[in-house]
Every structure is written in C-alpha cells, then in structure tokens.
C-alpha cells in the first residue's frame, strides 16, 4: 500500500477528519474526534512507513504471533494498538480490512449521539 491509497482510503470513510495534534509529522485520522489511524509521514519518505491502527485486545495478540509485520503499538497502549509494517508483504486488501476493523472499534466506542450525526450529518 502507497501513502496516496493509504491516505485516500482513511479519508473515504463516513465523518474522517485528518490531524497533526502531535507534530508536523505524524498524520492521525479520526472519526468523531478520536483517533483510528496514525502515520510519520517521515517513515513513508524513507522508504519504512507503518501505520498505528486501533485493534481489539485479543485479535490484536493473534496478528502479533501470526504476522512479523505486526507489533504492540509503537507510542500507544500495546494492548490495544498494533504498529503495522507497510513493507510490502501484506496484501492492501488485507491493511484495508485492519484500517476497516480500527474505524470500527472506535467509531462503536462513540455515544449514540455523535455515531448518528456522522450517519446522517444533515
């Protein structure tokens, strides 16, 4: 996955925002005012990018032993966030089903309120 598939995916889905509440460099999305994906833009120009994404504490314990791409969380709780490594050996369709399962679990994390404004924002 490139930073421009990456990027637009995350922007495509309902009620994303991107950020840079930490520094210049770090790219967060969020749903809802929370984060679900986070990046160095920095790494991608190296040639070394990952992305942190939220994941549920026991799948996120499973794709650790399962896949060496995938790590505790980089400068998050390494219980529920996975660092995940975009060297190309995981398949996009596979890093859209975890960036898909992190919107997820935040976005069921949000009151009933603000899921229903960014529903149906009218």
Same mark, same amino acid.
């Given at each position: ?36 994906? *986070? !990046?160095?833009?920095?790494?991608? #120009?190296?040639?070394?990018? @990952?992305?942190? =994404?939220?994941?549920d ?13 995938i ?18 050996? *995981? !398949?996009?369709?596979?890093?859209? #089903?975890?960036?898909?399962? @992190?919107?997820? =679990? ?10 229903n ?6």
């Amino acid at each position: 996955m490139n930073l421009e598939t990456y990027y637009e995916y995350c922007l495509s889905k309902k009620g994303v925002s991107e950020h840079f509440p930490f520094d210049e460099d770090t790219l967060v999305f969020k749903v809802g005012g929370k984060m679900f994906a *986070l !990046s160095s833009l920095s790494q991608w #120009e190296k040639n070394e990018p @990952s992305v942190n =994404l939220k994941c549920d504490p026991e799948r996120a314990q499973e794709l650790r032993a399962e896949y060496d791409e995938i790590k505790p969380g980089f400068h998050m709780s390494k219980v529920h966030w996975n660092t995940i490594a975009l060297n190309g050996s *995981l !398949s996009t369709a596979f890093i859209k #089903e975890l960036i898909d399962h @992190s919107y997820e =679990l935040v976005f069921k994390s949000l009151t009933k309120k603000i899921q229903n404004e960014i529903i149906d924002p009218r």
